[in-house]
C-alpha cells in the first residue's frame, strides 16, 4: 500500500519525509514534519493523528524510540499501523504491527528510516536507504533519489498513484510541502515539480524573513 523514508540532515537542520502509494492523496494523511523536532510517517491503515503526537515528542528531546513507544501505547489498533519516525539526534525508530498488510519491509541507515507494507519486492527499503547514503545535495534531492530507488526496485505490489515530499528547516512552516494526489507515474511527475520549485526554496524563505532583501522584491539602492 504504502512505502516511505524519513530523513535528517546530520546536523540535524533539515528533516523530511518522502512517500509514495497505491492510495491517492497519500503524503496529505501520512508525512508530518515539525521544525526542530523530527520527522514521522505514519502508513498502512494509517492513524494520522499518531504524528502530531509523536512530534510532540520529539520536540520536547524525547528519543525516536520513546516517543513512537509511547504514541502506540495510548492507541488500541497498533497491530495495524506502520510508523516511522526521527528525531534530531539519535537512531530512527520503525514500527511494523503484525496486521500490517502484505510483504512488509523495513530499514535503518544514520540519518533515514526507510519502510513500506505490500512491497513488490523486500529489499524496497534497502534499496531506498542506500540512495539516499548514496546521494548528495538538497535533503529534498536526497529524499526523491530514495524514493525513485524504491519504485524501481519493485516498489508496492500494485500500482503507484501518489506521491509527496515534506521538508522542514529552521522557520515555522515547511519550505518544501509537495504533492502529487493522483496520477499514472507520480514518483515522476513529484520530480518534475521538484525540479521547477528546488532552485527557488530559499527565495520563498527570503521573502517571508526579509522581502526587502528577497530576489526581485528589494528597494532601489539595496545591495
Not at 520536540?59 to 504514541?71: I, K, N, P, R, V
Amino acid at each position: 500500500m504504502t512505502f516511505s523514508i524519513v530523513a535528517r540532515t546530520p546536523d540535524g537542520q533539515f528533516f523530511g519525509v518522502a512517500i509514495a502509494s497505491s492510495s491517492p492523496a497519500v503524503a496529505a494523511r501520512c508525512a508530518h514534519a515539525r521544525t526542530g523536532a523530527g520527522a514521522v510517517a505514519t502508513q498502512n491503515i494509517t492513524d494520522p493523528a499518531l504524528g502530531p503526537i509523536i512530534l510532540e515528542s520529539l520536540s520536547q528531546g524525547g528519543t525516536a524510540d520513546a516517543a513512537l513507544e509511547a504514541a502506540l501505547g495510548g492507541t488500541p489498533f497498533a497491530a495495524y499501523r506502520q510508523v516511522l519516525a526521527i528525531a534530531a539526534q539519535g537512531p530512527p525508530a520503525i514500527h511494523s504491527g503484525v496486521r500490517a498488510l502484505g510483504l512488509v519491509g523495513s530499514a535503518v541507515g544514520a540519518h533515514c528510516a526507510a519502510a513500506g507494507n505490500l512491497l513488490a519486492h523486500p529489499e524496497v527499503p534497502n534499496a531506498m536507504i542506500a540512495a539516499f547514503e548514496a546521494a548528495g545535495g538538497h535533503l529534498g534531492s536526497r529524499l526523491l533519489h530514495a524514493l525513485r530507488a524504491g519504485a524501481e526496485r519493485g516498489g508496492e505490489a500494485g500500482p503507484i498513484h501518489s506521491a509527496g515530499v515534506l521538508i522542514v528547516r529552521d522557520v515555522s512552516w515547511p519550505i518544501v510541502d509537495l504533492r502529487v494526489d493522483w496520477s499514472d507515474d507520480p514518483v515522476a511527475d513529484l520530480q518534475r515539480i521538484w525540479e521547477i520549485y528546488a532552485p527557488q526554496i530559499d527565495d520563498y524563505v527570503q521573502r517571508a524573513i526579509d522581502p526587502g532583501r528577497a530576489p526581485g522584491f528589494g528597494v532601489a539602492g539595496d545591495p
